[in-house]
């Protein structure tokens, strides 16, 4: 929906929208690996009866995510040294941002595919309401953080409505894969 693209442009700056338009396509690299991990796990998911397959396929998942962790964090660290040469340091404030989008990544990577199972269950009411909340959350945080944090305020208000989005994803999964499991 890009509405930090669309709120930088309202409440900020161009220089800002490219700031962080020079951030997200990095950003969008790490999302590459997200989008793989979803595409392989809906058709398992969709596929499978048996929740304590499932279960065990959301385990390994979650197994991925602390090898993805410890590439975001070495991206996270050798940032500054990196994203200067690719962009001839024209944007020295997206190192910052890159910073904060890189833990959105790591809460989307443990809690998106988790809305595989919510699709699986047919739950589109509950997925629907998760992102209208996502939206407003987005549209709010960023109406209050960019005069405040520029830049790093749309990255913020990105990082939190992603994550009420994607954690609450998960949580509502596994419990419908415990309840399952009881049987």
């Not at 397959?53 to 990196?82: E, R, W």
């Not at 998760?130 to 944090?149: D, E, S």
Request: proline letters at 3%; hydrophobic letters at 50%.
């Amino acid at each position: 929906l890009q509405i930090d693209v669309l709120a930088l442009k309202t409440w900020s700056t161009d220089y800002d929208v490219s700031t962080y338009a020079s951030a997200f396509k990095y950003y969008n690299m790490m999302l590459l690996l997200l989008n793989t991990v979803n595409s392989v796990l809906l058709p398992k998911i969709s596929s499978e009866e048996n929740y304590y397959n499932i279960s065990k396929m959301y385990k390994q998942q979650d197994i991925l995510s602390i090898a993805l962790l410890v590439g975001i964090v070495i991206a996270i660290v050798i940032a500054p040294c990196v994203l200067p040469i690719i962009d001839g340091g024209k944007y020295p404030e997206a190192i910052g941002v890159f910073r904060i989008l890189c833990i959105s990544a790591i809460i989307s990577f443990w809690g998106s595919p988790y809305n595989n199972l919510l699709i699986k269950e047919k739950k589109y009411l509950s997925i629907c309401t998760r992102f209208i909340i996502g939206i407003i959350v987005a549209i709010a945080g960023n109406y209050i953080l960019i005069p405040r944090m520029g830049v790093n305020g749309t990255a913020i208000s990105t990082l939190i409505s992603y994550g009420i989005v994607n954690l609450s994803s998960r949580v509502h999964a596994k419990m419908i894969i415990k309840e399952k499991i009881r049987g």
